[in-house]
């Protein structure tokens, strides 16, 4: 089958970094993205991996262990802004001709000042 | 570039009627998908096409239909509303890629907020 777990809720504060840990289950895994949606709003694109290792992005990075199931966004600087529900994806070869991503719930972040 | 364009962005029915959320992109995008979120739950996929004339269910297809007539655009359509479709619905697209291992993301609408009562 396919699950994928992350928190529900994490919170941090202006200028720090927080980690968002995302683990999966997939039969034929073929890429691993990560969302970012505010509030009432649709999810915006913010990085994807299909190979070991660190993808960077200007503040945001993240990680993947293929062999682990496992990846995680990473936060720098953040910022108030940075306030919104981050979504863990992965795309399945053996799911819907390989090309839908199966979502986890999602982790809400809040910033404070 | 207006991307993909979701109407209505909200809508109330009532229990047993129909109606149609329309979604339409202007990228050229060969797939398209109907994905509907609630609370605290992930997107779940409803429907999907990978080109015009081609479409298929997903994880949650029951009490829906949709059709793909042209490349861009893909109705959902709801024929006897229930309270349990109550939803964010959200239509994305994207372009294929030969190389099925493609970093080409998914691009969402804004949504359609639906309350069935």
């Known amino acids: 089958g396919q699950n994928i777990d992350q928190p529900t809720e994490m919170t941090a504060t202006e200028g720090a970094i927080v980690q968002i840990n995302c683990t999966y289950q997939t039969s034929g895994f073929n890429g691993l993205f990560w969302y970012q949606q505010h509030a009432g709003e649709a999810p915006t694109f913010l990085s994807y991996n299909v190979l070991d290792g660190l993808e960077e992005k200007g503040r945001f990075s993240s990680f993947l262990s293929r062999s682990k199931g496992y990846s995680y966004l990473l936060l720098k600087e953040l910022q108030m802004k940075d306030s919104a529900s981050y979504l863990c994806a992965v795309r399945d070869r053996t799911n819907q001709a390989g090309t839908a991503l199966i979502f986890g719930k999602g982790t809400t972040l809040s910033v404070s000042s | 570039n207006a991307g993909v364009t979701q109407t209505p962005k909200f809508r109330i029915l009532k229990i047993g009627q129909s109606m149609t959320l329309q979604c339409t992109q202007d990228m050229n995008h060969n797939y398209m998908y109907w994905y509907r979120q609630d609370p605290g739950m992930g997107l779940k996929l409803i429907y999907y096409?990978?080109?015009?004339?081609?479409?298929d269910k997903g994880e949650v297809p029951n009490g829906y239909n949709v059709s793909r007539s042209t490349t861009e655009d893909f109705p959902l359509r709801l024929e006897l509303a229930a309270p349990s479709q109550t939803s964010v619905y959200f239509c994305a697209s994207r372009t294929p890629h030969p190389d099925r291992e493609s970093n080409q993301p998914q691009h969402f609408g804004d949504g359609t907020r639906l309350s069935i009562l």
């Open positions: 096409s990978v080109g015009a004339g081609i479409t």
